[in-house]
């Protein structure tokens, strides 16, 4: 993708990732509708998003990792749960050669939508 390009539309990000990024995000993008049936998709900050009121998870590829935004706050087991992946910010970051954590991610997506959604 181009510095330039501006996307309109999940489903145009996901042409412009790697394929192998692209297969984990269109998981990704299927248990956030399953999990959060409400939610409706956007493009946000140049990444796919979802949100209800107001924007409530941002997932994206990068070379070496997919991550995930804003970062959990309240859920004290899940937090625990997420330490391996939290960036210094609480983000989430998912390397691509290890196996993905989708449960972990729904329960995410979850917690997020109750937090911000």
């Known amino acids: 993708m181009t510095a330039q390009a501006k996307l309109t ?3 145009a990000y996901l042409l412009s990732v ?8 269109v998981s990704i993008r299927e248990l956030i509708q399953r999990n959060v049936p409400d939610a409706l998709e ?11 009121k107001r ?6 590829a990068f070379q070496q990792h997919i991550g995930i935004y804003p970062p959990v706050k309240h859920d004290e087991a899940l937090l625990k749960e997420l330490l391996p992946f939290r960036n210094a ?3 989430l970051k998912f390397p691509l050669n290890q196996p993905i ?3 972990l991610i729904g329960r995410v997506a979850t ?5 911000y959604g």
């Open 9 to 11: 539309s999940i489903d």
């Open 18 to 25: 790697t394929p192998e990024a692209r297969t984990i995000l």
């Open 42 to 52: 956007t493009i946000s900050y140049q990444m796919p998003a979802f949100k209800r």
């Open 55 to 60: 924007t409530f998870i941002y997932f994206a």
């Open 89 to 91: 910010k609480g983000n």
């Open 101 to 103: 954590p989708y449960e």
């Open 111 to 115: 917690a997020l939508a109750q937090d």
